[in-house]
């Protein structure tokens, strides 16, 4: 039997009757964009980050371009985000006109730091984005002291906590991503902005319905960026359950650690004050390639991630070119995913280090 990366079927086997009662609920409304549902959901979303708003969008890419714009970044601006995460980051911050420049992360953490961050400053630096990567929380209160705005790209941390904050409530604003396979995954497309300002609460409402606040008049340039009612109902049924689910991931991880993982493969290193929602679990290997192999012939799914860096990919050459990160490089080289979910029992995370142990005998 395989173990797959991701599990996101069985999760939701015992929410099925009350998802297709919401979803009937709303074929009887009638109400698809913009309704009763996204706005019940915000604020549910927003009671459960602890934040004063959230606001819905189509995805978590749209997020994190309005979200710049709403923090004001606009042309000329540098944002200072880390090249080893998804494309979509970079690309978010280009689209909303500012230019990316490319910071390293930690080896052991994955994410960035006050110490990188610091280093690709410059005098035309107006905001940093920090991605808690594979849903270990960045650093972002440390990195508010440097004085700029900084941006949390939690697509991957939803139910993750810094301290007494969750993930998705440590920046200036953040963005948050439902991509089916996220933590907090709707049945399609969705992402979200949230923030406790009330000026970037607004424009990122605006900018997300074609730059109007009345629908009348429009006073920017914005985007048709809305999270559809059928996903914010269903989202309303799945919210409940994310702590509990957080923890599954949680205990996979320590599960990992019990069956004696760190033996065999490099493991995040998870800060003192974190309690990370593993969205991925990425150990680190120098053949990560051949392990990965091994490991899919004994029924074992396991995944590298960002290859290529940010920094060294085609459409960034514009940002990227003559940028030396050498952690990242490393880290694109080394890393393998394994499977995390939070329904990932003690058995099954027995059965894949003894995969890994195999693999590497
Ligand atoms: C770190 C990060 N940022 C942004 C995104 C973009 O989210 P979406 O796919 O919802 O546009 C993703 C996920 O795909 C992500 O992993």
């Not at 009671?47 to 819905?56: Q, S």
């Not at 984005?129 to 697509?155: K, M, Q």
């Not at 995370?349 to 195999?358: D, G, L």
Request: aromatic share 6%.
């Amino acid at each position: 039997m395989t173990i797959t990366l991701f599990d996101t079927r069985t999760p939701l086997e015992p929410l099925r009757a009350a998802l297709l009662e919401r979803l009937e609920a709303v074929l009887a409304n009638g109400h698809y964009v913009l309704g009763p549902e996204l706005a019940a959901f915000e604020s549910e979303f927003a009671a459960y980050l602890g934040v004063t708003h959230v606001i819905g969008v189509a995805n978590g890419t749209d997020a994190i371009t309005i979200a710049l714009r709403a923090l004001g970044i606009g042309p000329g601006d540098e944002v200072v985000l880390p090249s080893f995460t998804f494309y979509a980051t970079a690309e978010a911050a280009v689209t909303a006109g500012a230019r990316p420049v490319f910071c390293d992360v930690d080896h052991d953490t994955r994410n960035i730091t006050v110490d990188t961050a610091r280093a690709a400053l410059t005098p035309r630096t107006r905001a940093i984005v920090a991605v808690d990567l594979f849903g270990c929380p960045a650093p972002v209160p440390e990195l508010r002291e440097l004085g700029l705005p900084v941006l949390e790209d939690a697509a991957q941390a939803a139910g993750a906590a810094l301290g007494a904050r969750k993930a998705g409530a440590l920046g200036d604003a953040a963005t948050i991503s439902f991509y089916p396979s996220k933590n907090l995954g709707c049945f399609g497309d969705g992402g979200a902005v949230a923030t406790d300002d009330d000026r970037v609460a607004e424009l990122a409402r605006a900018l997300r319905f074609h730059g109007s606040r009345d629908k009348r008049n429009f006073e920017y340039v914005g985007y048709n960026s809305r999270l559809d009612e059928l996903q914010a109902a269903l989202l309303r049924v799945l919210l409940p359950q994310l702590d509990s689910w957080a923890g599954g991931r949680r205990a996979a991880a320590a599960a990992y650690h019990e069956a004696g993982l760190a033996e065999h493969v490099g493991v995040p290193v998870t800060p003192d004050d974190a309690s990370p929602a593993w969205h991925l679990y990425v150990v680190t290997h120098a053949r990560p390639d051949q392990l990965a192999a091994s490991l899919s012939e004994q029924g074992v799914q396991a995944r590298g991630y960002y290859r290529i860096p940010l920094h060294r990919q085609p459409a960034m050459a514009p940002y990227g070119g003559g940028v030396e990160l050498p952690v990242t490089d490393e880290l694109s080289r080394t890393n393998l995913a394994i499977p995390m979910s939070p329904v990932l029992g003690p058995e099954q995370a027995r059965q894949v280090v003894a995969a890994i142990a195999a693999a590497l005998a």
